[in-house]
């Protein structure tokens, strides 16, 4: 998607594509258009590039012989006007990010959203053997308090201290009263990718029963049992598809973003907890699924700023970037916890594409914007030695990054 925004932008500003490759090195199966364009799939499938005329030479000096020779009319990079230049290198980061709106929009349409009346949705198998709740149900009365929307049962909740709740509750025009468990039992809603929860496969609708022969009564106990667990492996009983498992997890210190925005490094084994029940979900219509959506994409780009400024503080480790491998691995996580979860995490990562090739660096397109930036004020190009220069130290880095990345996915997926 990010080489496609490039590709067509740069033929809308009539520039010629030389290739359009998905993938790396050896051609497997290539085509050209009537345009002269070479579509090619290669052999290492790790993303992929768009050349346009010019880009033999990484000063973009003038080759328009190039489509002379090839009897093609579209200029080179190098004749663009610097507007539609930076039009064609601002196009591969819009297209992540409208990507990623997309996707997340289409999740959130096919998802649904939380309705905020107090009619029960999804039920945790555990606790819809164990105890009278149906999807369906409409809850009248907390501890004899009355419930007007989903998200008082939560705050009435939150002012008693109690093992056990009274729901007065309506199901088919009856009324009835039933005792349900604290509502935030120590059910698995989410597992985040590279976790410790992700290599000990545990799956979304998991309870844990006990830690260590410790009975677990809420998700804080649990959360108490790994944050003090100094990184020693914890015996964990899990419920499962109607019969309990045995699991052994061993927590990892991973960066936490606490409230007021700084980054502590805690022990974690990568579980999102909830309610034993949810709320029932209604489909939301297109704008207001695009609305969240971007809101989402927001979010995730906030998110990644912060953590690049938390690593630059010194409050992050480095050690928790991923590179090609930790990428593979987490997508793999994900796919095990349903496509809901493959296709969140295939936005978040084109939306880290984006903002990545935003990084003012040489031979990314943050780099090349800074230099069309320039280009435009000073009125000329600088000079090729320094270009030549510039996007060798660029090169460079980035390698140096991906070599950095790479060892450190061996270490955590493999060691």
Known sequence: MHEFGHFIVGRINKIGVLVFSIGFG?????????????????????????KFFGDENPASINVSQIAV??????????????FSRFLTVAAGPFANFLFSIITFSIIILVNGVASNAPIVGKVNQ???????????????????RDILKFGDIFNELSKIESSQNSFLIERNGLKKEIVLPYIFQPVVMGIEPLSSAARANLKVGDVFLS?????????????????????????????????????????????????????????RI?????????????????????????????????????????????????????????????VSDSVKSGLISFFTLISIISTGIGIVNLLPIPVLDGGHIVLLGYEAIMKKRPSEKFLRFAMIAGLFLILFLIIYTTLNDILRVFL
């Open 126 to 144: 555990f606790y819809q053997e164990r105890y009278d709740l149906r999807p369906g149900d409409k809850i009248l009365k907390v501890e004899n």
């Open 69 to 82: 020779s090839r009897n093609l009319s579209s200029k080179s990079f190098a004749d663009a006007s610097v």
């Open 211 to 267: 830690v260590n022969g410790e009975r677990l009564y809420r998700f804080s106990d649990l959360r108490n049992f790994v944050v003090n667990s100094e990184g020693r492996e914890l015996k964990v009983l899990i419920f499962r598809e109607n019969r309990e498992i045995q699991k052994i997890i061993q927590p990892t210190l991973t960066p936490f973003e606490e409230k007021n925005g700084t980054f502590t490094e805690k022990y």
């Open 270 to 330: 990568g579980v999102l907890g909830g309610p034993i029940f949810q709320a029932e979900r209604s489909t939301p219509s297109i704008s207001e699924s695009l609305s969240m959506g971007s809101t989402a994409v927001l979010s995730v780009f906030t998110g990644t700023i912060r953590g690049i400024r938390a690593m630059m503080l010194g409050e992050v480790d480095p050690k928790h970037l991923s590179g090609p491998i930790g990428v593979a691995h987490a």
């Open 26 to 50: 050896p051609k497997i199966f290539s085509f050209h258009d009537k345009l002269g364009t070479e579509w090619k799939i290669s052999a290492i499938p790790l993303g992929g590039y768009v």
